[in-house]
């Protein structure tokens, strides 16, 4: 990663070459992508005594219990493989302790999303992506420990972003 000096602010430059864009017409080359260093560099990132047990936080059985519901309450279509939001409680009976070890394991694999296309008011077409319920459950169980321990230490950073955007706008 690249930190360049302009505008007497620092810049990191993301050395993807996917997101260099196109500089306009009369000048050539690319132009690079710089992140905020309000972003990438926050002091109050070290999370080591909230992250203890992450895992083991995220596959309580509380939470997925509340996670199961939260899945139900959102109803949704079925993901590629199926099954619908009813079905999830009788797999999870069987299933559960399969599951939950390859999670441990890290064996465990999202499925691919089933694509489905909604026409928007504007006559074009939004693509969206339907994950399975099993997955769904599982991002929803991963949100519910993230959450609160994310929302915590940006606060601080989400707030210096709300002025910085402020000042851009003026």
Do not use: W
């Not at 009788?90 to 999202?110: A, C, H, I, M, T």
């Not at 915590?152 to 955007?165: I, V, Y």
């Amino acid at each position: 990663m690249k930190v360049t000096d302009r505008d007497k602010e620092k810049h990191r430059q993301l050395p993807i070459e996917d997101y260099l864009q196109r500089v306009p017409a009369e000048q050539e080359g690319y132009a690079e992508v710089c992140t905020s260093p309000k972003i990438t560099e926050n002091n109050i990132t070290d999370t080591n005594e909230q992250t203890e047990g992450l895992l083991e936080q995220i596959l309580a059985g509380e939470n997925l219990n509340l996670a199961y519901k939260q899945v139900k309450r959102n109803k949704g279509a079925g993901g590629i493989d199926g099954m619908q939001v009813d079905e999830l409680l009788p797999f999870l009976r069987e299933n559960r302790k399969e599951l939950v070890q390859s999670l441990r394991d890290g064996k465990y694999r999202p499925q691919p999303v089933r694509r489905a296309e909604i026409p928007k008011d504007n006559g074009k077409i939004r693509k969206l992506g339907i994950p399975t319920v099993v997955d769904r459950l599982i991002q929803q169980a991963i949100c519910q420990v993230l959450t609160p321990i994310l929302r915590n230490s940006s606060r601080t950073t989400a707030l210096d972003s709300d002025r910085n955007a402020v000042r851009m706008t003026r």
